[in-house]
T-cell receptor, first 117, second 112 residues
Framework: GAVVSQHPSWVICKSGTSVKIECRSL??????MFWYRQFPKQSLMLMAT?????????EQGVEKDKFLINHASLTLSTLTVTSAHPEDSSFYIC?????????????FGPGTRLTVL | QKEVEQNSGPLSVPEGAIASLNCTYSDRGSQSFFWYRQYSGKSPELIMF????GDKEDGRFTAQLNKASQYVSLLIRDSQPSDSATYLCAVRYGGGSEKLVFGKGTKLTVNP
């Protein structure tokens, strides 16, 4: 149980275009999902906390107008990178917390590798 | 600022040996501690979690927590080449927050 999927697994786009990444919890409901970004040889950096039915909470330094997050249901959160530029190329990973049974840890999706040309 | 520190390594051990990975954290209010394993190009997967002082064992893995010293470690016994990966220490600081703060990870190489 506790499977998180992401789509697409990789995407290549031209500079200036927008890219949408989906994160789904497949066998549990997640009121909260998290979006991370990881640059090569760096650790995971939390970008934002996605809350079902309300606005996302962004970490300091993350542009909310550039990284649009929508958490429309208990199993789906989307991250849209608007007007992507080469410096946005990174590995984007979502996670969801399965609180059933008192569990407190986050399960990660497989990640989406974004390359902006 | 809440920080999690790890020795970036690389840590190299021979097959069958014990690998010891260490992590320190800055905030005494921390409540939950996690070890994730990340293979190159993949997303992290949970290895161990620990909430209370002392040791917690799961198969070849043992997590150790010392809240007084703000220190958490992961021991891998009988290391295998398949254990070669980057190990991320993550801390949940509590206070109602569900956020995790990750260390930069320690790259482990197990040599056959």
């Amino acid at each position: 149980g506790a499977v998180v999927s992401q789509h697409p697994s990789w995407v290549i786009c031209k500079s200036g275009t927008s890219v949408k990444i989906e994160c789904r919890s497949l066998d549990f409901q997640a009121t909260t999902m998290f979006w991370y970004r990881q640059f090569p040889k760096q650790s995971l950096m939390l970008m934002a906390t996605s809350n079902e039915g309300s606005k996302a909470t962004y970490e300091q330094g993350v542009e909310k107008d550039k990284f649009l997050i929508n958490h429309a249901s208990l199993t789906l959160s989307t991250l849209t990178v608007t007007s992507a530029h080469p410096e946005d190329s990174s590995f984007y990973i979502c996670s969801a917390r399965d609180t059933s049974g008192g569990r407190q840890w986050q399960f990660f999706g497989p990640g989406t590798r974004l390359t902006v040309l | 600022q809440k920080e999690v520190e790890q020795n970036s390594g690389p840590l190299s051990v021979p097959e069958g040996a014990i690998a010891s990975l260490n992590c320190t954290y800055s905030d005494r209010g921390s409540q939950s501690f996690f070890w994730y394993r990340q293979y190159s190009g993949k997303s992290p997967e949970l290895i161990m979690f620990i909430y209370s002082n002392g040791d917690k064992e799961d198969g070849r893995f043992t997590a150790q927590l010392n809240k007084a010293s703000q220190y958490v470690s992961l021991l891998i016994r009988d290391s295998q080449p398949s254990d070669s990966a980057t190990y991320l220490c993550a801390v949940r600081y509590g206070g109602g927050s569900e956020k995790l703060v990750f260390g930069k990870g320690t790259k482990l190489t197990v040599n056959p």
